[in-house]
């Protein structure tokens, strides 16, 4: 078996861009296809790959959370992507069934990326000041990523209802995650990022 090399293994997430291995492959789409064919690596979406960890075996597939997590890593930088909206719900416990999408604030503005691991998964970017975004660190089955609070998701799920076409489960999950936010994190969030109203409607529909 080939072995994988190190700047993928040890790449944030274990998720890469063909153009970060120009140090080590001279053709690196073609070593690229050779280790997918082999196994250890996958094709994430077009143009980013991951490496599976060593303990899994070649047909084990990761949570979309992390995939998506890479992917974006790999796009924007280690620690620059914030899971966010109904996917930090996810990793909260508070939304039990899985869903074929995954939301992560970036920098930027960009079109949606279809992921080619699993049958029809997209992943959705949402222009945000990440800097800005309450947040913490979570573990995923490829490594830690910024992952919105309790307090932010509700805001989020709250504010933006109908992004991903989901509005029932965005409705449960604000159910199941606002007993869990400390009510003063709330407001403040909620006065630093202009969504004061938005806080009034979501007590006023949770009293």
Known sequence: M???PTAITQAPLRTIRPQDLAAVYTQPNVQLARLTRGGRVRKAAPGLYYALPDDQDVTWLPTLEAVAAGAATALYGDRVPVLMHLTAARLHGALPRAVGL?????PTRRRPLRLLDRPDAVLTFVARDVDDLDAA?????????????PEQTVLDLARRPELGGLPDEVRDVVRTLLPRCAPERLDLLARGQRMTRTLERLRAEHP
């Open 2 to 4: 080939t072995a994988v």
């Open 102 to 106: 995954a939301v992560v604030a970036v």
């Open 137 to 149: 660190l979570m573990p995923t089955d490829l490594g830690r990523v910024l992952v919105t609070t």
